[in-house]
């Protein structure tokens, strides 16, 4: 077995593979349903009660060996932390014969090699062009179609045409994606009378859920093909598309939004809270603003199956132009997509409590690991808040403490 460099380094990687994993079943578990979910860490004050030895040694204001706490937490974020693994592509088990696990070995057989590049050439030479050409073809029908709609009175025919076009252009890329869509429980599918919420991985999960059915979308109006395509769309169906300036003021937004859910003939709005892209494998923290209307919320989860097509949108490493030109030239976009029952605010509940239990009922649902950072982390520095927030924790902790000591003492002293 050791006969050769190569065996040791193979027999190296294996056992480093076999720790990896043993690490993942220890900090990882699967309930009933198949869920992966994470084991509860211990809180701040069970750490540093191990750290110090016993569960009754929180009695100082202050002890030294504290300080290894938080240098083990940020050796730990330096090597592995939660939230930047979030923003690279999922690593597989197996290679899909689109991109390489192991860069180190190029050369594994010259069949394997035969068979990868019959499949650039399939891809590149024969799937690739076909998908273009499909994707403009429906692009440019729906502008046509769109705008000749637009020109109609406002009536339920016009109403019905616009929805017929919409889910046409829909189906077109759907198809210019070759994409395989499973859709469950919709019996739950989103109406009128709320917004529907979902995890973000792709540009085109849009594109995915409004294969189903019609959705109002909201965003930011641009300018070039993207923002062409949201003017023929507005003609013909209500959508929610602000101004540069208009996106700053959060009262407009709102209130746009509550007028839209209140007409019941409208769609549901569409609106993806993490605000950004995350590749597959968690959900992160949902903003609070589509939670505090007061309406219905429907939320639903996607999963992208990675064997066939990486479905992640690393957008501070591929254009948009790029990464669609990637996506359709892998084997197939699978994917599914669950329905899930709608849900209220309850009683005496604020926005961020609820935001956080829907984000927690998507990611069960999907089998991804429910993060509580913010997507914005991913373009952006670490707030002094967080920073603070840890801080805060350990004066309380430690003040606290003493203060329930001194308190206890002097109870103790007028009983007797």
């Known amino acids: 077995l050791f006969s050769t460099p190569f065996s040791c380094v193979s027999w ?14 220890q900090l990882f578990r699967h309930d009933t349903n198949g869920v992966l979910d994470k084991k509860p860490q211990l809180s701040l004050k069970q750490e540093i009660q191990e750290l110090r030895g016993c569960a009754g ?3 100082s204001e202050f002890n030294l060996t504290d300080v290894l706490f938080f240098c083990r937490k940020a050796m730990e974020n330096v090597v592995d932390d939660d939230v930047t693994k979030r923003f690279s592509p999922q690593k597989l088990d197996s290679w899909n014969l689109l991109t390489r696990n192991n860069h180190n070995f190029c050369h594994i057989s010259l069949r394997l090699k035969v068979v990868w590049v019959l499949g650039l050439l399939l891809r590149y030479g024969v799937l690739l062009p076909l998908r273009v050409t499909l994707a403009i073809t429906g692009i440019c029908l729906f502008l046509v179609l769109s705008t000749l709609v637009g020109v109609l009175p406002n009536t339920r025919l016009r109403s019905c045409l616009s929805d017929k076009v919409h889910l046409m252009g829909c189906h077109i890329c759907v198809r210019s994606l070759s994409a395989i869509i499973t859709y469950h429980n919709r019996q739950n ?11 973000h991985t792709t540009p085109i999960d849009g594109i995915i859920l409004a294969n189903d059915r019609c959705y109002s979308l909201v965003g930011q109006l641009h300018g070039g093909l993207l923002g062409m395509i949201q003017r023929a769309m507005v003609t013909s169906s209500p959508h929610i598309w602000f101004e540069r300036a208009e996106v700053k003021d959060r009262h407009l937004v709102a209130k746009r939004l509550i007028d839209h859910v209140a007409d019941k003939t409208k769609h549901p709005v569409l609106i993806f809270p993490e605000g950004t892209c995350i ?7 949902f903003r609070k603003s589509s939670f505090e209307l007061g309406c219905t919320i429907y939320p639903v989860a996607i999963k992208y199956d990675p064997r066939f097509g990486d479905a992640f949108w690393n957008s501070s490493k591929f254009g ?19 329905y899930l029952p709608p849900m209220n605010r309850k009683e005496g509940e604020d926005a961020v409590q609820f935001a956080n239990r829907v984000k927690s009922v998507i990611a069960a649902k999907g089998g991804f690991v429910d993060l509580k950072w ?12 967080f920073k603070e927030e840890q801080q805060e924790l350990y004066s309380r902790l430690v003040v606290g403490v003493s203060q329930g000591a001194d308190n206890a003492a002097s109870d103790s002293a007028k009983e007797s």
């Open 12 to 25: 190296a990687n294996l056992h480093m593979d076999l720790r990896a994993k043993e690490k993942n079943r």
């Open 57 to 59: 040694c929180l009695t």
């Open 189 to 199: 599918k989103p109406q009128n009378d709320g917004i529907c919420v979902a995890n």
């Open 279 to 285: 590749n597959n494998t968690s959900v992160m923290m």
């Open 320 to 338: 948009l132009v790029r990464y669609l030109l990637r996506t359709m030239s892998s084997w197939a976009i699978v994917c599914s997509v669950w």
């Open 374 to 385: 913010d997507g914005g982390l991913k373009r952006a520095r670490v707030k002094e808040a």
